[in-house]
């Protein structure tokens, strides 16, 4: 049943990936959701909501399988499954990023930082690393296994709003409400690029396409949103255009396999979609 998966107040919304259909809808949270995430294997869907719950349903059929305890320890703001599907990792607001037995929901580790938020969570894609960024302005990558601390990524004057892998894992992505973005090596923790560009608002999210040719950024002010783009083989800043439905708290996602971009809005019941012209993007200020 793998889809676009959104959440609308309470409930969560599902589209099939075939048909575009809208399939009926699963309730379960009591405040409204945050953030949601599938299993790579799409078998089961993760989310937290605003009334500090964490909960897994099946992908299949929506049944509720369990909730994530000791929610009020802090509140989650982020959930991230490892590839495998085995650990489900919460970013909280007491600073320790848990990682839980993502089967029956158990604690596995407790991974402590500086007591600020842990607002990011996300693993690399070989699964042997978990990276966090926090509202500190720092970012932290431990083994994915053992817990063990790696890396502290410091340098920011505003705190770190999102993390992304590149495909490869060979790099970190951390946007921060300081207008930047910076990457990272996975080995040393050393500092790679810083990119710059933003005209206007805050950093927000981020997101490499499928192949890591793209990274785009977002960033909004009030209601209104705007993607950055970069081509990352030499890192130029090669369009970027406005999202109106691109606000604060709404996720954007690459097409596994072309250069699409989809995020919800403008209004409710709408998703906008964007395609890249890959051969001919240009950079701002430039109009063909």
């Not at 991230?80 to 580790?109: K, Y």
């Not at 790679?192 to 608002?201: A, N, P, Q, S, V």
Request: net charge negative.
């Amino acid at each position: 049943m793998a889809g676009a998966a959104f959440g609308f107040s309470t409930e969560v919304w599902i589209w099939d990936s075939s048909s575009g259909e809208l399939l009926p809808c699963w309730e379960g949270h009591h405040a409204g959701i945050w953030s949601l995430a599938w299993s790579a294997d799409s078998t089961r869907l993760a989310g937290w909501s605003v009334g500090w719950e964490v909960r897994v349903w099946d992908g299949s059929n929506g049944k509720l399988l369990y909730e994530v305890e000791g929610h009020r320890e802090g509140l989650k703001l982020s959930v991230a499954w490892s590839p495998d599907g085995r650990q489900l990792a919460t970013g909280q607001t007491d600073g320790i990023v848990r990682v839980w037995d993502g089967h029956s929901g158990q604690l596995v580790h407790k991974l402590e930082g500086d007591q600020s938020h842990a607002w990011s969570v996300d693993w690399s894609p070989d699964g042997t690393r978990l990276a966090a960024g926090t509202t500190s302005g720092t970012a932290r990558i431990w083994d994915g296994s053992s817990g063990k601390l790696y890396h502290v990524l410091e340098g920011r004057t505003n705190w770190v709003r999102s993390i992304a892998w590149s495909p490869d894992g060979t790099q970190l992505a951390t946007s921060s409400l300081d207008r930047t973005v910076r990457l990272w090596d996975r080995n040393s923790g050393m500092l790679l690029y810083t990119l710059e560009g933003y005209t206007e608002g805050r950093n927000h999210l981020l997101a490499w396409s499928a192949d890591g040719m793209w990274l785009a950024a977002s960033a909004y002010k009030g209601d209104r949103g705007e993607v950055y783009i970069w081509h990352t083989p030499n890192w130029e800043l090669r369009a970027t255009f406005p999202m109106s439905g691109l606000i604060h708290g709404k996720p954007f996602a690459w097409h596994p396999d072309q250069p699409l971009l989809i995020a919800p809005g403008p209004v409710r019941s709408e998703f906008s979609l964007w395609q890249l012209d890959v051969d001919n993007a240009r950079p701002p200020g430039e109009h063909a």
